[in-house]
């Protein structure tokens, strides 16, 4: 029988400077790590329909895994959605007693705290309720989505990196998240601080970003998927900019990307370019799975290949470089290092994907990037949605 993370949160009223941070850091590494892959002993219901239900209800379609049906608090709106169409919608009150004692639930929620979301549901008598990601780790050999990892023990090289890296932060708020984003993936424990909220809506543009933004901006989208942080970009500088470059591999998300930008032609098409390429560490031939959406990436599972080069090989000059590979960020960002020194972007990389955002990517922007100043922010929950943003001291604006 499976048995349901006791996961409780830890508030602190006040986001840790450098000292305190530190000494939250030995506090969690001294606390013991178990951690166990969910695999699936018993009928499956998911909870929540919308985006990462969506993905869930695919990976578990791709890999036959059945489930009975998906609970969410709006059934009624989501039972409209053709998506949804052969699945049923319920409402978590009409969920039959003995699915409620017995089911696994399948947690897919990830804009609100993982104990706000069960506090409810550990009352209503559900037994077996664990995070979507945690049922992913078990199926890693037959399906590359990675976002629920769990890193092993810190080792004494690993705790002084991350010490580095608190200290290297140029705000309280990235080292406040950069600690949640530990605490969850060596504990699954949520650690929150009052004073800095997790905002799920400004992902790649917090407020630093957007004061440092000009109306000449060369945008570089690598991962664009279907162009959403593009056209993101483009409305919050006015359609004021040079270019939008946008790179993705994946061939179902480069149809739609070309359709997306078409319908925008008559406005700026000029200014757009799409590149149907992967993006790594040097010039090669990769395996890729390709037909995940957002997550598709390079991989051994793949049954593709696909050509990878590098950004410095593109001869681009972006100022503003936005990174989402799946875990691929930093082997991106070490094939642009004549790029990176030359154009001096903004740079902003998704870094929950893998441990390396413990503090290996960080690190590296830190130690290669002179008079920038560095953030992290978490714009979702349960390690998710992590971002690293790198600014020029030069765009700094009071």
């Known amino acids: 029988m499976g048995k349901e993370p006791k996961i409780t949160p830890i508030e602190y009223a006040k986001a840790p400077d450098r000292k305190v941070a530190c000494h939250l850091l030995r506090e969690i590494t001294e606390k013991p790590v178990s951690f166990t892959p969910r695999k699936i002993d018993r009928q499956l219901i998911l909870y929540g329909a919308g985006n990462l239900g969506r993905m869930a209800k695919e990976y578990f379609d791709r890999l036959a895994i059945p489930f009975l049906f998906v609970v969410d608090a709006d059934p009624d709106f989501h039972r409209q959605d053709p998506f949804w169409v052969g699945v049923d919608v319920i409402g978590i009150q009409n969920v039959p007693i003995e699915l409620i004692e017995n089911a696994l639930l399948a947690i897919c929620v990830a804009t609100t705290s993982f104990s706000q979301v069960t506090a409810p549901l550990r009352e209503q008598g559900w037994r077996d309720v664990v995070p979507f990601y945690d049922i992913t780790e078990a199926y890693r050999d037959r399906h590359p989505l990675s976002n629920g990892w769990f890193a ?51 992902r790649f543009f917090i407020s630093e970003v957007l004061t440092a933004l000009t109306d000449y901006e060369s945008f570089l989208d690598v991962g664009a998927h279907n162009g959403g942080v593009s056209f993101r970009f483009m409305q919050l500088v006015n359609e004021q900019f040079n270019e939008v470059i946008a790179i993705e591999p994946d061939r179902t998300n480069l149809g739609i990307l070309r359709g997306n930008f ?37 991989s051994e599972l793949g049954k593709s290949e696909v050509c990878v080069t590098t950004i410095d090989q593109m001869h681009i000059s972006p100022t503003f470089i936005k990174l989402h590979l799946e875990g691929h960020e930093l082997a991106a960002l070490k094939g642009a290092q004549e790029t990176v020194s030359r154009c001096r972007p903004i740079i902003t990389a998704t870094s929950y994907h893998n441990d390396m955002g413990l503090w290996e990517l960080p690190k590296w922007l830190m130690a290669h990037l002179k008079n920038y100043r560095f953030l992290m922010r978490l714009h979702s929950w349960c390690g998710t949605g992590a971002v690293v943003y790198a600014i020029p001291e030069e765009r700094k604006r009071t």
């Open 152 to 202: 092993n023990r810190l080792n004494s090289t690993d705790e002084e990196k991350i010490s580095e890296v608190l200290s290297g932060w140029t705000d309280d708020v990235s080292r406040a998240h950069h600690l949640q984003f530990i605490a969850w993936r060596l504990l699954r424990e949520e650690t929150n601080f009052v004073d800095a909220p997790i905002n799920t809506k400004n």
């Open 262 to 298: 078409l319908a925008i032609a008559h406005d700026c098409g000029s200014r757009l370019k799409i590149l149907s390429t992967a993006v790594g560490e040097k010039r090669e031939r990769r395996m890729f799975y390709e037909g995940l959406g957002y997550a598709s990436q390079l």
